[in-house]
Each structure stands twice: as C-alpha cells, then as structure tokens.
T-cell receptor, first 112, second 114 residues
Framework: GENVEQHPSTLSVQEGDSAVIKCTYS??????FPWYKQELGKRPQLIID?????GEKKDQRIAVTLNKTAKHFSLHITETQPEDSAVYFC???????????FGTGTSLTVIP | ETGVTQTPRHLVMGMTNKKSLKCEQH?????MYWYKQSAKKPLELMFV???????ENNSVPSRFSPECPNSSHLFLHLHTLQPEDSALYLC?????????????FGPGTRLTVT
C-alpha cells in the first residue's frame, strides 16, 4: 500500500515569513494530493489539492507543488499570519481504490 | 458548518460496555468514511461506504462494527474496546467514493476507554 511521510513534524515561523511543509509518497499510481488544515479542537478542512496532471497550484497565499518523478509534494504558505497556526496534513490517494493515506501532520506556529 | 454532524462529541466507556457513534451528512454525498485520529499518528481510514455498501475495511478489529442504513447516516458500533482504542473518531463524507474527492469531516467523537 501507499506510504506517506511528512516533514517537519513541528514548524515555527515569524509572522510574515514563509512556511514550507513537505511530503513524500511511495505509490507512483497515486494521483490526488490534498492538504488539510486542522485548528485546535476543530475538524480537518481542505485548503488546497493537486492532481497528478498538474505541477503547481496556487490559491492566494497558499500553493502546492508536485514532483511526480521524485514522488514528493509540498505546501507553501507565504506572508504567514497567526491564524495560519494549526496542524496541516498531507494525503495521497490512488485512482483505483477508495483509500486516502495521510501524513503524520505538521504543527505550524506563527509567532506574532 | 460543513454539513457533517457527529454524536456524541465525547464518550467515556468501560471495556465491557457497548456504545454507538452516529454520523449524519446533509450534503447529498454518496460516500461516507470512518477515521481514527490518535496523537502523533496519521489519520487512519477504517471503513468506506459508497451508496450504503461497504467498499473498504482496512483490517479493523471486529470490536468495531460499522452500519450504513442510508447514504446520509453512518454508525460505528463499539463493544469490548481496549484502552488503546481511545482516540478521536472522525466521520467524513464525499460526493463519491474513490480517490479525487474532497473529504468533508465532522467534528469528531472523543472516545476514552477506561
């Protein structure tokens, strides 16, 4: 089965700086890569996703890049704000099943 | 409000108890999921239902028994649990099953097994 690794497990940045979270996956057939944000005590919510036919996707201050050859994808948050503080999860999903494989999460703290 | 609700929000049960978790989605989705979220571990997909039919069962112990009476409701029946089963149990729904659909999560049930 698929194996998703996520780094770093914790990340602290100054407000206004950028944050980058990286994930690797093992199954080259995986073709859907969502990122979820989970604030303390709240449910995970999708913030951005990318499919394998695209190398980069951007939505305001967040962007995701995908390198299919190296089997890794990254979340980039620019101009971080305190409200970006949360746990971020990456996931990979192969096309021929009903599985989602999540990373272990990155706890991001944005220091005002 | 994402349209996925879960009850109860908190549950404490002994190892010999029987209890059930309930999930309801108001989004008109066709697929529903149960996940287990433990500290410092990845979200673990437990069960997937598509149009009320179970399509995935990820080697979950038989002390967890899912039920999906219709596409809007999902239950997780619990019996003779172990302390290591204490976790946050999240329900999710999506427009369809299979990869490529956004998962809409409920708020979760915080389960403590004593």
């Amino acid at each position: 089965g698929e194996n998703v690794e996520q780094h770093p497990s914790t990340l602290s940045v100054q407000e206004g700086d950028s944050a980058v979270i990286k994930c690797t996956y093992s199954d080259s057939a995986s073709n859907y890569f969502p990122w979820y944000k989970q604030e303390l005590g709240k449910r995970p919510q999708l913030i951005i996703d990318i499919r394998s036919n695209v190398g980069e996707k951007k939505d305001q201050r967040i962007a995701v890049t995908l390198n299919k050859t190296a089997k890794h994808f990254s979340l980039h948050i620019t101009e971080t704000q305190p409200e970006d503080s949360a746990v971020y999860f990456c996931a990979a999903s192969p096309p021929d099943g009903n599985q989602f494989y999540f990373g272990t999460g990155t706890s991001l703290t944005v220091i005002p | 409000e994402t349209g996925v609700t879960q009850t109860p929000r908190h549950l404490v049960m002994g190892m010999t108890n029987k209890k059930s978790l309930k999930c309801e989605q108001h989004l008109g989705h066709n697929a529903m999921y149960w996940y287990k979220q433990s500290a410092k571990k990845p979200l673990e997909l437990m069960f997937v239902y598509s149009l009320e039919e179970r399509v995935e069962n990820n080697s979950v112990p038989s002390r967890f028994s899912p039920e999906c009476p219709n596409s809007s409701h999902l239950f997780l029946h619990l019996h003779t649990l172990q302390p290591e089963d204490s976790a946050l149990y999240l329900c999710a729904s999506s427009p369809g099953a299979g990869g490529g659909f956004e998962q809409y999560f409920g708020p979760g049930t915080r389960l403590t097994v004593t």
